[in-house]
Every structure is written in structure tokens, then in C-alpha cells.
């Protein structure tokens, strides 16, 4: 079989040539060629010598995961489905803005976490993506994009925010994680790199540690008793715990806060009292807000706060001197909008919206 070079990081990828006698240089040479100028093809990698390509057609290969279907949103939003084999598929969102593009990609097909609010968990985890099915996602968006007249590649900021809970798939993560910021491959800064976690505290400081990207937080509650349900891995590391890893985050982090990420569900924890609380909560933490307004999806236990609310919800924020902001539904009409990646699929976990309603009460 031969190798997919996508497969490997920038230090992987040297290692590997230099197993086939070719000298560093060679790596840097072919990196370019893949990210810098989105070839797979390795006759069409002039400055390598004929031999060096002839022994890459043999042993390796540029490879992606097959395009099932692409929408646009209304918006200009694109969403692809990707398929990853033994019946998986993921997706990948990019979202256009004025002066920049944002890819949200996918890290895993399906995810373990089960958060009450989000369709993905809704098809449980079936297994983690390679760092070539990551990556791959970024050089499938730039290559069907195309750059632009200056010759820039579409993709401005990538947010691990997809498919999947990328501290639960750290090593793949991280090696898509280095290309991505390589200054021979997309060369990206950290700052406009970021991974979203649900709290995965001991990831958290290893990624701290290996590969510090700005961070955000899945938060969603202000307290133990409501975030152990609609973020059931709180259970085994509750906001005392997160909370301190965000502080010893912040001593590596390219950005000097955390964005804590809140999606806005009508009754549950919308209420001017759940924001002075979280309040209390992140005192220590330097951190922004993003609000979300809560997408639904089928058979989901939970509405979408009324506008009014959020904004008071904000306000509270805002008057204590958080930076808070919300999100723009983006791509809603093709279900690429945040926590309705996979909507469509059945439900293959054990919760239901009458346990949840329960315990919330």
C-alpha cells in the first residue's frame, strides 16, 4: 500500500525521507509543493529530480477523502461531505467573510461526548479521523475554492469546531495541528488556528505544552448540577478543574484569553440570574463570550432562546466588562449551522429529551 504523505507532519515527513536516502531538503521541497501550490500529482513537481518522482509514484501517493456531496447556503456558506470509509462520512463548513475565510473541520466521525444540545452525538463515536483525513479537509477547501488574484489560498482561519472532540483524537490533531502552521505548508498563525474542547482538562495541557493554538471552551452552564447534563464529560472533570487548566492554558496560549463558547437554550440557561453566575464563575479567567443561538434539529428537547433574551443574557455580560458577542446562524439552511453537522442520522445513543427535561428540573 503505498503511503499517503498527508499522513505525516512536518517532522514525520523529513524522517521518512531521509528512511528513502533523500536529505531534508527533499521534504521541504514536496510540503510546498502539496500546501503551498495544492499538487498531488508528483510529475507536476518540476524542481524534484526524475528519479526522486519516479520513486514517489511508486511508494506514495497525495490522497483525501471523496467528495460525497457539497451544498451552498443562501449566505455563501459551503458545507461538504466527506467520505472517510467503512461507512463514515464527515463534514467540513467553510464560511466566508469580508477579509477572511474560516474552515471548520471535523476531527472525528461522530463523537463520544453525547453534549444534550448537539445532532453529532446523536450518532455516538465511530472512530477517530487520521491526520491525513484533517489536514485533507484544508486542502480539499483551498483546491475547490481556488486562490485568489494575489494568490492566496482561500482558508484564512481554520476552527477545530466540527465532527468530533479533537482533544479525544490529540495526536492525529496535533500533527494536522503543525502542518497547518508550518511555515513550508499553510503557515498560518497560531492566533488564527483554533481547537474547541468540551474540557478535556489533561489534553488540554498537553496541548499547552505541544502545540498551543488560541482555545476555545465548550461552556453552556454556569454550575456543575446543569453543565453534568448537557455536558456530560463535566462529570469527570467539573468547572473547578477546567477553570484552572484555562488559567494554565493562557501562560502558552498566542492569545491572552479564552473564548468560552455558550449556546443559548430558551429556559435552561438563558436567564440573567445564569449569567451573573457564570460570572462569578470565570472571575479569574481572562476569557471572551460567544453566544449561540441554539440550532435545532430533529427530535431536540430544547428551543432557541428569543432574541431579547440573549441579548439581556449579554448585557449582564458585557456590563461587568466581558467582551461578549453573538454568533451569526450561518448555513442553518443546510443544517451546516454550529451543533447540526450530522443532523440527519438516527439517534444511536440512550438519552432522551424526557430524561434531560428531568434532570434540568
Known sequence: ???????????????????????????????RWIYKSGESDFDAMSDLAKSLREKLRQLACVQIPSVVREELAGDGTRKWLLDVGTGNAVETVFIPEEGRGTLCVSTQAGCALDCA???????????NLSTAEIIGQVWWANHELGKDADGHWP???????GMGEPLLNFENTVSALRLMLDDHCYGLSRRRVTV?????????????????????????APNDKLRNVLVPIN????????????????EKAPRDFVTFEYVMLAGVNDSEQDARELLRLVRDVPCKFNLIPFNPFPQAPYRRSAMPVVMRFRDVLAQAGIVTTIRKVRGD???????QLAGQVQDRTKRTGQRVIEVIA
Open 1 to 31: 500500500m503505498k503511503q499517503n504523505l498527508l499522513d505525516f507532519d512536518p517532522a514525520a515527513l523529513t524522517a521518512w525521507f531521509a528512511e528513502q536516502g533523500e536529505k531534508p531538503f527533499r521534504a521541504r521541497q514536496v510540503m
Open 117 to 127: 444540545f448537539c445532532s453529532t452525538g446523536k450518532q455516538g463515536f465511530n472512530r
Open 155 to 161: 482558508v484564512t482561519n481554520v476552527v477545530l469546531m
Open 196 to 220: 474547541s474542547t468540551s474540557g478535556v482538562v489533561p489534553a488540554m495541557d498537553r496541548l499547552r505544552e505541544e502545540c498551543p493554538v488560541a482555545l476555545a471552551v465548550s461552556l453552556h
Open 235 to 250: 462529570q469527570k472533570y467539573p468547572l473547578s478543574e477546567l477553570m484552572a487548566a484555562c488559567q494554565r492554558y493562557l
Open 333 to 339: 439552511d443546510i443544517a451546516a449551522a454550529c451543533g
